[in-house]
């Protein structure tokens, strides 16, 4: 096995996890050698649950949306629980939440800048009654 596998903590030894998505950097696309139908499953119906989410809950809405009625599992399959683990589903949807963290900070961030600056050109413009002093972003 390579060395840049992942240790496995029931055998004792690596095993071989694809990179994340060589492409994008982002660890939440789908990896150069994951099958289409699980990743579409994690992007579709693991990932979007939030922080709350869990296998089970991912598994029935699949469940409801491809075979049209609720599912009474108690668990997830197998088949979904050894796809989890491979993909690293709970890894990379947790990345996903932080990485969406992350853009709504800056983006509110640039939104706080943009009204300091808009307020500054009020204040400068005499509209705020400041009169002489003139105003500058920092």
């Given at each position: 096995?390579?060395?840049?596998?992942v240790?496995?903590?029931?055998?004792?030894?690596?095993?071989?996890?694809?990179?994340m998505?060589?492409?994008?950097g982002?660890?939440?696309?789908?990896?150069?050698?994951?099958?289409?139908?699980?990743f579409?499953?994690?992007?579709?119906?693991?990932?979007?649950?939030?922080?709350?989410?869990?296998?089970?809950a991912?598994?029935?809405?699949?469940?409801?949306?491809?075979?049209?009625?609720?599912?009474?599992?108690?668990?997830?399959?197998?088949?979904?629980?050894?796809?989890?683990?491979?993909?690293?589903?709970?890894?990379r949807?947790?990345?996903?939440?932080?990485?969406?963290?992350?853009?709504?900070?800056?983006?509110?961030?640039?939104?706080?800048?943009?009204?300091?600056?808009?307020?500054?050109?009020?204040?400068?413009s005499?509209?705020?009654g400041?009169?002489?002093?003139t105003?500058y972003?920092?």
């Amino acid at each position: 096995m390579s060395s840049d596998g992942v240790w496995d903590m029931k055998n004792g030894d690596l095993r071989d996890v694809p990179a994340m998505n060589e492409a994008s950097g982002r660890m939440w696309d789908r990896w150069s050698s994951e099958p289409a139908r699980w990743f579409y499953r994690f992007d579709t119906f693991y990932r979007p649950l939030g922080p709350e989410r869990n296998l089970l809950a991912s598994y029935r809405m699949w469940h409801q949306a491809e075979k049209g009625r609720k599912s009474t599992a108690v668990s997830a399959p197998t088949s979904w629980r050894e796809a989890a683990e491979r993909w690293q589903w709970a890894e990379r949807a947790e990345a996903w939440d932080v990485g969406m963290r992350l853009e709504r900070l800056k983006e509110e961030d640039e939104a706080r800048r943009r009204n300091r600056e808009r307020r500054i050109a009020l204040l400068n413009s005499g509209v705020g009654g400041v009169g002489g002093v003139t105003l500058y972003y920092v």
